[in-house]
């Protein structure tokens, strides 16, 4: 499915961008295919097992933003080179074309990169016996998070809450937040439900770490004893109150 999509792309690509008669074309979108096919594979496992610069979307955003130039230039940089020794008369066709290429591979870039959020960042579900009832998943004592080059291991005491951060789930502590990359769901389920509580789509909260509950305007807003303030949303709302026995 991936390598169609490359050469599909490429032929769009070849299309779009040229001017060349149908046999150069033919030779440039089968170049590109191919160097489409070989960088996403290298991208998306960069994306996979790279240590982004920071923990702030600014930060991962800004990290993208300077890889896809050094991609979309190498790219470039080998199909102008084998356009120019297979085709050399035609080449001065070639270059006025290169802007429109250079939009067309950086769209690529973002292509690979939403393609990667979407599905690269699910867990993979356990395969089960056809005749067994897969086991809910066991609640753990502590969470590992790579810091740098290094694993921190965070108890779970320590933990006051975890919040969604695009395809990641950031955990705040007194000492700090940091990045774990797993989906809101999949942290809910491997939690403890006694000692943690969804209180809104994008917060979960370690309830012994809740000092009060404040109106917060139409809605209510806990109070952690560090005395961060997080919102509740209406539907979680009565979840909380019986959780805590008001």
Known sequence: MYIAACFVFAAMYAFLAGRQPVVCRAVDGAIYGLMLLFAGVVLWNMFRYAVLPGDRLPYRTVFLF?????????????????????????????????????????????????????????????????????????????????????????????????????????????????????????????????????????YIVNLRQISRIERYGEQQAIILHNGEKIKVSAARYPLLKQRLDI
């Open 66 to 202: 300077l890889l896809s130039i050094p991609v979309t230039t190498c790219m470039l940089s080998v199909e102008t080179a084998v356009m120019y020794l297979c085709f050399p008369s035609r080449f001065d066709d070639f270059l006025p074309s290169l802007p429109l290429r250079i939009f067309i591979t950086l769209l690529w870039f973002v292509i690979v990169r939403l393609s990667y959020v979407a599905y690269g960042t699910r867990p993979k579900a356990d395969v089960a016996p056809a005749v067994d009832i897969p086991p809910p998943p066991q609640p753990v004592e502590r969470i590992t998070v790579r810091a740098g080059q290094k694993i921190k291991i965070i108890p779970l005491e320590d933990i006051l809450y975890l919040q969604a951060d695009g395809d990641y789930v950031a955990i705040h502590t007194r000492e700090g937040r940091w990045l774990k990359e797993q989906t809101m769901i999949y942290t809910e389920e491997m939690l403890p439900p006694d000692r943690f509580l969804r209180i809104h789509r994008s």
